[in-house]
């Protein structure tokens, strides 16, 4: 098992650089950047790149001069700013070296708009991502699995069709439909304010006692990992009851009976570890999910500033250094879960030997 380990971990910088190359590709093909949004948010706004230079008369009187369609109506001296301004006065191999020099050291550059360093937005956003990942994936976890068992031993029953019939109704919810529901009922909006409307802490998180924060930050959290449960947790529900009735259907079940060995014995000696192999295996892939994309609309609703609105917020404003910062670290972190998930597969089935892959 050292053996593989060593060889994943090896392979994570290869992998890392296609990820950035064909995404730093993309971005080189794709349709507008930085220097055309500011330029027509500018020519919206009347304001150019420094605060100090206005659009003025002495404009650009075609675009067919300028390596910018945006540029009609911009000054040519604002476009050559804006260029240098966001590091495009240099060639792209340049650019692209220089990235990946940079990322080696996990120095990911300033964002374009906000003034700080992509890390710090990492890190100042990170808490929120974590939290509502860690306690959904976690919720979701301890209800699917117990109750796709349930229903894996019970199938056909009216406590299948009818545990079936709600897992199906909360999947179909979207997530934030479900959440502006809980809104509208349980945070002021229309009936009951029980939990707070936005935000992770409250405003005097800082000042309340340690049992007091405790209780303040599972206060804030509620309605939010809620949204996210609600329709979470069908496809894992589903996904356990067809491993176990897949296992449960084999013929070394029957030996099992045979000799004698108690339902329970068979369950959870024999039946669990096998069938729980391939759960283990949606577990980086649901975390990531839960992490990062998962959670960007609840963000949106709840007013949380986590990673996932980070990068929709960084996309809409083609905010390259927070875009490639912040899909270095979710490759980077799916990476290291995948391997986690192996190492996972081994501690369950010590039959299972990746050395050999």
Excluded: C
């Excluded at 008369?57 to 260029?83: C, F, I, R, T």
């Excluded at 301004?85 to 906000?114: C, E, H, I, N």
């Excluded at 589903?238 to 068979?266: C, P, V």
Aim: hydrophobic share 50%; glycine share 8%; aromatic share 14%.
């Amino acid at each position: 098992m050292r053996k593989y380990i060593l060889k994943r971990l090896l392979l994570i910088p290869l992998t890392l650089l296609g990820i950035l190359t064909i995404n730093f590709a993309i971005i080189q093909l794709a349709p507008g950047g930085p220097v055309e949004y500011m330029m027509a948010k500018y020519q919206g706004m009347n304001v150019d790149a420094t605060g100090a230079l206005k659009a003025s008369s002495d404009v650009v009187s075609s675009s067919s001069n300028s390596a910018y369609q945006g540029a009609q109506g911009v000054p040519e001296d604002m476009v050559e700013v804006l260029k240098k301004q966001f590091g495009f006065d240099k060639p792209w191999y340049v650019r692209y070296f220089k990235m990946l020099k940079d990322y080696a050291a996990f120095d990911f550059g300033t964002s374009y708009y906000q003034e700080k360093s992509v890390l710090t937005l990492i890190f100042e956003r990170m808490p929120v991502s974590v939290s509502l990942g860690l306690w959904s994936t976690l919720i979701i976890y301890l209800i699917s699995i117990p109750l796709g068992i349930k229903k894996a031993l019970k199938d056909g029953t009216k406590f299948d069709t009818y545990t079936t019939l709600a897992v199906i109704i909360g999947s179909a919810i979207p997530v934030f439909l479900f959440a502006v529901f809980l809104i509208v009922f349980l945070a002021g909006g229309t009936y009951w304010h029980i939990f707070p409307l936005k935000g992770l802490t409250s405003d005097n998180f800082e000042s309340l006692s340690l049992l007091a924060q405790i209780k303040d930050y599972f206060w804030h959290i509620t309605l939010p990992v809620l949204s996210i449960v609600i329709g979470g947790f069908a496809a894992l529900t589903m996904l356990t009851k067809n491993s176990f009735l897949d296992e449960l259907g084999k013929q070394y079940i029957l030996t099992a009976r045979a000799k004698g060995l108690s339902e329970n014995q068979i369950l959870y000696k024999h039946v669990f570890r096998n069938a729980m192999l391939i759960i283990i295996a949606g577990f980086p892939s649901l975390l990531i999910k839960m992490l990062f994309t998962g959670s960007v609309l609840i963000e949106v609703v709840f007013s949380l500033n986590g990673l996932g609105l980070l990068g929709y917020e960084a996309i809409m404003t083609r905010d390259y250094p927070v875009i490639f910062g912040t899909l270095y670290i979710f490759a980077l972190l799916g990476l290291l879960l995948k391997l986690l998930s192996d190492v996972t597969y081994s501690l369950v089935d010590p039959r299972i030997n990746f050395d050999k892959v």
